[in-house]
């Protein structure tokens, strides 16, 4: 199948640092690279990929300090997935909805995967004008906003078994990954490791739309003997990070898509304490690969409690059900469900019958 990978431009693929949706992209592509598929990635000019590579942009806009507008940059990368479109029998994007106004009117079999959150309200009225674009959700929590849209499957995200060795000694301190921001509760998370009487090592990345809060708030909250900013790390210094914790801390106040990070524990064998908001209770299995708690007491009791947790089924639990070829397995079964409707879609139009777009599949994938 000749496939076309469209990544957003703001990271490479795979990211150097932090990154989700390019990291997920990488996963994605070079597991359908692996199973002899001509795929084409539509990136940054330092991505990594054994996929043809189409360079945007020179480098990941976040690194580049001459990038003003990243827009221009996207609006660009749509053009020249466009101008290509013959070349592909599938064009799967992850750049949210910037190309819905310019592909509905291309002849092109595609599919957008929804990265990000959808409780917005300004989305509600976008949606019901591009109703009819294919979408996949990274969960089913995703989907509650929006339940109407044009849904073609669930995919949790997936990623290569060897990614990370898992460490099935627990560690001697907490570990919280991932960004500074209000809604991933890195506050709780201080004061969790405060409770519990462990230290706590952050290894999170400072966005500058954070800045302020992180000054104001939780530097203040750094100066404890327990907690320990590490800063923003890369994927290689990630598996120390967590195989030789002895838990993820993941409090979120938010409605989480998905959480990268839930997985990258798993795979290092580390359970995880999580609020159950958003995804989280469709990937930590409470008493299994975590425990699920509803606030800071619960999380500090449950620290003590991670004796109980078997570190071989976290790894065992993502093995199972978060791996590269699960992930993409579904989505070549998505790509040719797609690919089939749009070709009797087609031979109706041609034979001149008057017809109908078929309806979606209701079911997950």
């Excluded at 043809?52 to 990038?67: F, G, K, N, S």
């Excluded at 929804?114 to 294919?134: A, K, N, T, W």
Aim: charged share 25%; net charge negative.
């Amino acid at each position: 199948m000749r496939i076309a990978q469209v990544s957003p431009l703001y990271e490479s693929v795979p990211p150097r640092l932090y990154g989700g949706t390019e990291r997920v992209v990488s996963w994605l592509t070079e597991e359908l690279v692996r199973r002899g598929h001509q795929v084409t990635l539509f990136a940054s000019g330092d991505s990594l990929t054994n996929a043809h590579l189409v360079p945007v942009c020179p480098q990941a806009l976040r690194l580049d300090p001459e990038c003003l507008d990243p827009l221009a940059h996207h609006l660009r990368l749509i053009e020249q997935v466009l101008q290509r479109k013959d070349d592909f029998d599938i064009v799967h994007f992850h750049i949210d909805y910037l190309h819905f106004s310019m592909s509905r009117r291309e002849d092109l079999s595609q599919l957008t995967t929804l990265h990000g959150r959808l409780d917005i309200p300004d989305l509600v009225p976008m949606f019901r004008e591009f109703s009819e674009m294919p979408v996949v959700s990274i969960s089913d929590a995703q989907r509650r906003p929006l339940p109407w849209i044009n849904w073609q499957g669930t995919v949790h995200h997936g990623m290569p078994e060897n990614t990370f060795v898992p460490h099935f000694d627990a560690g001697n301190y907490l570990a919280f990954l991932g960004r500074v921001s209000p809604e991933k509760g890195i506050e709780d998370a201080i004061e969790i490791a405060k409770r519990a009487g462990l230290p706590l090592k952050i290894a999170a990345k400072v966005d500058r739309a954070d800045k302020s809060y992180f000054e104001s708030q939780v530097k203040p909250m750094l100066k404890h003997k327990l907690i320990e900013f590490v800063g923003e790390i890369s994927d290689r210094e990630k598996n120390a990070f967590l195989g030789n914790a002895s838990a993820l801390l993941f409090p979120i106040n938010w409605s989480e898509p998905f959480g990268i990070v839930l997985i990258e524990a798993m795979a290092c064998g580390l359970p995880v304490i999580a609020y159950p908001r958003g995804s989280v209770p469709e990937i930590i299995e409470d008493g299994l690969s975590g425990f699920l708690v509803h606030n800071v007491d619960e999380a500090a009791r449950a620290v003590k409690s991670l004796s109980a947790i078997d570190r071989r089924k976290c790894r065992r639990a993502f093995e199972d059900r978060f791996s590269a070829k699960r992930m993409a397995q579904q989505y070549l079964a998505i790509y040719d469900r797609i690919i089939k409707r749009e070709s009797e879609s087609i031979a109706l139009t041609e034979g001149d019958l008057s017809w109908t777009k078929l309806a979606p599949p209701s079911s997950t994938t």
